[in-house]
């Protein structure tokens, strides 16, 4: 204070949380998102639904699902969903887990915070235990043969068990191994598989034993004229990011026409020039069409009657997948368009799905795109397969790519806790007690585990402990009988990257949101919600630490 006035810094209707107060809220927020997705994690979890603004509803069990569909409004939630985002991202599950660990660590600071332990202590601490904990988990990893199925398989079921797709968890698994089998490639003697190579196409009706796997590339879309051929053999595909239509001035122009004869000639004018355009289609060669852009109704009656197979409007995505697959170049003019341009495969027909015809492009040369068709019920119901799916295929490109894999059940997070015990000892000072709450947070993934499958937490995790104390590193819990297993031999494994991650993200968010001691938020930003310390506008605070 300045001679007993106050110094205004700040604009009106700003409003500023320092101190304690903010961190104690940003706590409590990310608190909060933990709770509200916690319910959902394991083979036992619960589903959410999700009604949006439109009343649009979304059926999910999918960490990252449910925080990108509910609308946060703290800015500390707010990056405790993009944790999660992350996570997806990097490792494609493992996303609940992520969000429950941040949570937790989060609240065991606050106890630490009320022991007077200052917070970059303990997010020193926690650095240090992130860094132990990872490095525990490689060591603890098993190196897998990327060729051994069973093992794949296993690893897809495993992310599949906690989906609502559950029940069909056999054959998605077999699916998504399969499918990421023919899409791994090596590039210099390392083994990458792009799960974006698999096209996934949903299409409701039926159920999901109709799912299956082609050895090419699904379109959306069907031929665009019912006398164009359903389907062709040794197919030459011309791939055209042009439109086969007359293009409309730009500006409004008006013809005047004052005879019959003139409209006559003006029409015979447009046909012509659509005539010749298609007449370059066929002069290239090609027996399909596959458009990115519109094509007119006259050029679709000459290209039906050339038994040009053609589709209009396909997707930018869908276009590059097929130049891929089936080594052919996306040609944005028509007069560039020649017989080297073209693309080729054993097969494209239009075959009907449910109510739907789509376009299914088969034995592609230069392979390497597989689209896995997925059937369901409902809409909802083909949605979370989806998710699952993902997930599924994630992880089993994830185990080709790492060679390794963890145990997951509780298992590795178990062991983890166990070993951090005995290294919080040699960090010391108070460093030391961050380090144990971390080793104290990773166990909260088999106590929700086994609260989710109806289990008592402390009874199963103690049963838990004294197994990794008595040497069964895979010793996890058994969600279907409320006991200890080892769950190597139960195979519930998931690829090293899944855990290494979550726990990396995590002690990341939890670490950043400690180091924060200040939330100043503008007028209609994300303001930190009313609570603790209402502040006078513009006014600094009461002392913070
Ligand atoms: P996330 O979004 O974090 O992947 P999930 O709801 O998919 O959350 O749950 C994953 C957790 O469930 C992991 O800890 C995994 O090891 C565990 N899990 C999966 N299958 C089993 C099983 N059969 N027995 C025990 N735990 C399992
Ligand atoms: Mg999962």
Avoid at 77 to 95: F, H, I, L, N, P
Avoid at 335 to 356: F, M, N, P, Q, S
Avoid at 385 to 414: F, M, N, P
Wanted: proline share 3%.
């Amino acid at each position: 204070m300045l001679g007993g006035q106050p110094v205004i810094i700040l604009k009106e209707g700003t409003r500023r949380e320092s101190g304690r107060d903010a961190q104690t809220n940003n706590i409590n927020a990310a608190i909060a998102i933990a709770g509200a997705v916690r319910s959902t994690l394991g083979p036992r979890g619960m589903d959410k639904m999700l009604v949006d603004g439109m009343g649009d509803v979304t059926i999910t069990n999918d960490g990252v699902t449910i925080l990108k569909n509910i609308d946060v409004e703290h800015p500390a939630a707010k990056m405790v969903v993009e944790v999660s985002k992350t996570v997806d991202q990097q490792s494609g599950d493992g996303t609940t887990t992520s969000v429950i660990l941040s949570g937790e660590l989060l609240k065991r600071a606050k106890e630490l915070l009320d022991q007077n332990i200052h917070p970059t202590i303990i997010a020193k601490g926690y650095t240090l235990a992130a860094e132990k904990a990872v490095e525990i988990l490689e060591k603890n990893a098993i190196s897998i043969d990327s060729k051994d199925k069973e093992m794949l398989k296993a690893v897809a079921q495993t992310s599949l068990a906690s989906k609502s797709s559950s029940a069909h968890k056999e054959k998605l698994a077999e699916l998504a191994v399969s499918a990421v089998n023919s899409i791994v490639e090596e590039v210099d003697g390392k083994k990458i598989a792009d799960i974006d190579n698999v096209l996934v196409i949903k299409k409701q009706g039926g159920s999901v034993v109709d799912t299956e796997l082609i050895d090419g590339v699904i379109l959306d879309k069907e031929r665009v004229h019912e006398g164009m051929p359903r389907a062709v053999e040794k197919a030459k595909i011309a791939l055209l990011d042009a439109a086969l239509e007359i293009k409309k001035t730009e500006v409004d122009a008006k013809i005047n026409i004052t005879s019959p004869d003139q409209m006559q000639s003006f029409l015979q004018q447009e046909e012509t020039m659509l005539k010749a355009m298609v007449e370059k289609v066929k002069a290239s060669g090609a027996d399909v069409l596959i458009d990115q852009k519109g094509i007119d109704d006259i050029a679709q009656h000459y290209l039906a009657k050339s038994g040009i197979y053609t589709v209009r409007r396909a997707k930018k995505s869908d276009m590059e997948k097929l130049a891929k697959a089936c080594g052919g170049r996306i040609v944005s003019s028509l007069d560039d368009l020649v017989g080297e341009d073209l693309g080729t495969a054993a097969h494209v027909e239009e075959r009907k799905i449910g109510d739907d015809k789509l376009t299914f492009v088969t034995g592609c040369p230069k392979a390497k795109a597989v689209s896995i068709l997925l059937r369901g019920g409902t809409e909802h119901v083909v949605d979370e397969l989806e998710r699952g799916l993902h997930d599924a295929l994630s992880v089993v490109a994830g185990t080709i790519e790492d060679g390794k894999i963890s145990i997951g059940g509780g298992a590795a997070a178990t062991e983890i806790a166990m070993s951090l015990r005995d290294y919080a000892a040699s960090v010391g000072g108070r460093e030391q007690l961050a380090v144990e709450s971390f080793a104290n947070t990773l166990e909260i993934v088999p106590k929700t585990l086994a609260e989710n499958a109806g289990f008592d937490q402390i009874d199963l995790l103690l049963k838990l402990r004294k197994a990794h104390k008595d040497g069964q590193k895979y010793a996890g819990i058994d969600i279907t009988n409320g006991g200890v297993i080892d769950l190597y031999k139960a195979k519930v494994l998931e690829p090293l990257r899944v855990p290494a991650q979550t726990i990396r993200s995590s002690a990341e968010a939890a670490v950043m949101l400690l180091r924060i001691d200040d939330v100043i938020a503008g007028k209609g930003g994300g303001a930190p919600p009313a609570g603790a310390g209402g502040m006078p506008p513009g006014g600094m605070p009461p002392g913070g630490y």
